[in-house]
Nanobody, 117 residues
Framework: QVQLVESGGGLVQPGGSLRLSCAAS????????MGWYCQAPGKQRELVAS???????NYADSAKGRFTISRDNAKNTVSLQMNSLKPEDTAVYYC???????????WGQGTQVTVSS
């Protein structure tokens, strides 16, 4: 059992910044992958960025150069710094966790990010 709680979403103007945070608790496996996904209305949930327990990162092409994912293993937290935000970034952002079981992904409740002038 893993619980994920996100925070930090909100309304921001184009070109602005937000920092999303996620706190994980429960049965955390020492080797895992945590990440951020986004889901816009009418769209599939898709990867924004991920980071392994040893610090290896992966980014969607649209996020490269603008977003930075980081984690604190001691605190079981993961963050997403989002800069130069665009209207097309508007979506619900979900924190994710995947441990030993490849087919088992845990999700947070989601936090809304709206980019609009």
């Amino acid at each position: 059992q893993v619980q994920l709680v996100e925070s930090g979403g909100g309304l921001v103007q184009p070109g602005g910044s937000l920092r999303l945070s996620c706190a994980a608790s429960g049965n955390i496996f020492s080797i895992n992958v945590m990440g951020w996904y986004c889901q816009a209305p009418g769209k599939q949930r898709e990867l924004v960025a991920s980071i392994t327990s040893d610090g290896t990162t992966n980014y969607a092409d649209s996020a490269k150069g603008r977003f930075t994912i980081s984690r604190d293993n001691a605190k079981n937290t993961v963050s997403l710094q989002m800069n130069s935000l665009k209207p097309e970034d508007t979506a619900v952002y979900y924190c994710s966790y995947q441990g030993r079981r490849v087919g088992r992904v845990y999700w947070g409740q989601g936090t809304q990010v709206t980019v609009s002038s």
